[in-house]
Nanobody, 131 residues
Framework: QVQVVQSGGGSAQAGGALTLSCVVS????????VAWFRQSPGKERRGVVG???????TFADSVTGRFTISRDNAKNTLLLQMNNVKPEDTGVYYC?????????????????????????WGQGAQVTVSS
């Protein structure tokens, strides 16, 4: 049984930093695609960072240069480091995963990636950035 458990988030002032973590368990030896999604007030949920099994990452234009992601395969943990945060980063952040015999993971560059590819979701975490 695949499970996705998140932690982190909270509040920060513009220019500050926040960290989110995600643990994906139960994937066995399957390929795993993981992405961080953001749902801002009044907007659709959209992936802003994606990472594949080899560690290759893609970032939406809105977060490029400010967000980084690191992966600890031994702990099945991913860390999303959010630097120089802006009020428009406010929203609920979800970690999502898809597992299986996957040839390719979605590309989250540009305007971000869509959520329909991912079956397994974390519980979400509120991030609030004040100006």
């Amino acid at each position: 049984q695949v499970q996705v458990v998140q932690s982190g988030g909270g509040s920060a002032q513009a220019g500050g930093a926040l960290t989110l973590s995600c643990v994906v368990s139960g994937s066995g030896n399957d390929d795993v695609c993981v992405a961080w999604f953001r749902q801002s007030p009044g907007k659709e949920r959209r992936g802003v960072v994606g990472i594949d099994a080899t560690g290759d990452t893609t970032f939406a234009d809105s977060v490029t240069g400010r967000f980084t992601i690191s992966r600890d395969n031994a702990k099945n943990t991913l860390l999303l480091q959010m630097n120089n945060v802006k009020p428009e980063d406010t929203g609920v952040y979800y970690c999502a995963a898809e597992v299986g015999d996957l040839e390719i993971c979605p590309n989250c560059s540009g305007s971000g990636c869509y959520d329909h590819f991912y079956r397994f979701w974390g519980q979400g975490a509120q991030v609030t950035v004040s100006s």
